[in-house]
């Protein structure tokens, strides 16, 4: 189920807390963001607002081995499936 609250913002419908303290977060919205197994969240409280921060991963050099000054074209940045989606 979702439909607009606000400008930007879409609702994904209602998530429980179990016994064990673990929130679910609806595949609908997981598929929108690319939130995947193993993703990192900073859990920040603002009254009792709840907010969960997505911790992009780091940044990795990656380089064909030669000399820094001559990677040219082929050095890269490569931030992750979180960043790019898998594509």
Not at 36 to 43: D, L, P, S
Request: aromatic share 6%; charged share 30%; proline share 2%.
């Amino acid at each position: 189920m979702s439909g607009s609250t606000d400008e930007g913002d879409t609702e994904y419908g209602e998530a429980e807390i179990n016994d064990r303290g673990r929130l679910t977060i609806p595949k609908a919205l997981r598929e929108d963001l690319n939130i995947e197994g193993g993703t990192t969240f900073t859990v920040v409280r603002q009254g009792n607002t709840i907010q969960l921060v997505r911790q992009l991963p780091g940044l990795h050099t990656v380089s064909t081995g030669r000399d820094r000054d001559e990677w040219g074209t082929e050095a890269f940045r490569d931030a992750g499936r979180a960043t790019f989606g898998g594509e």
